[in-house]
């Protein structure tokens, strides 16, 4: 006859139990730091909460951000990007992050004239825009480490034309997929080639 007492099992020990909650604790620590470590530095979540980038992103739409590509290369012309507001803009009180599509590279040349973007002299082909642009604006030269950022509904659109240029330490990320609504869901247009009309 055993004299063992069941409480003292192993499989009922007190130290079991205790090792037990350890990993639920170590398991629910790495969760949140790789939920944090991910939003922090490769990729987060965003929706859109107006309609300057109509008719590309419509309000409410919900995107990924990735935030990696721009750690091993530059912005590209056509790539929207969320940044955050450039010294003039906080100046304003403006605290939430925008996102715009890029127009001008550092260097670049960009005027607005008769409805129509040039860059370097050259006509933007934009089959992405809302409407016709409805001002003039420039030429201005984009400075060094900086873009030149407008929304897609130009004349509805708070962005470079109203307050200048965006410091490429500002921007956060590119727009990759749109994962809401569900009708709406897959990548964001690609690039643009920019090829001026024949």
Request: negative net charge; glycine residues 8%; aromatic residues 8%.
């Amino acid at each position: 006859m055993s004299n063992q007492n069941p409480k003292l099992t192993p499989h009922s020990s007190p130290q079991r139990s205790q090792r037990a909650w350890v990993e639920v604790l170590q398991t629910v620590g790495l969760s949140i730091f790789l939920a944090v470590g991910m939003r922090a530095y490769v990729a987060e979540a965003r929706f859109i909460p107006s309609g300057s980038m109509q008719p590309t992103l419509e309000i409410n739409d919900r995107l990924i951000i990735d935030k990696v590509t721009y750690r091993f290369d530059d912005p590209k012309r056509g790539d929207i990007v969320v940044f955050s507001p450039p010294p003039i803009l906080k100046e304003q009180n403006v605290r939430d992050d925008l996102i715009k599509r890029v127009i001008g590279l550092p260097g670049d040349e960009v005027e607005i004239r008769n409805g129509e973007v040039r860059v370097n002299g050259e006509l933007l082909s934009e089959s992405y825009i809302k409407e016709t642009i409805g001002y003039d604006f420039g030429p201005v030269t984009v400075p060094a480490d900086n873009y030149l950022v407008l929304g897609d509904n130009r004349n509805n659109s708070f962005d470079s034309h109203a307050w200048g240029f965006v410091p490429s330490e500002n921007i956060i990320g590119r727009a990759l997929v749109r994962y809401w609504p569900p009708n709406r869901i897959g990548e964001i247009s690609p690039t643009p080639s920019y090829r001026a009309p024949e």
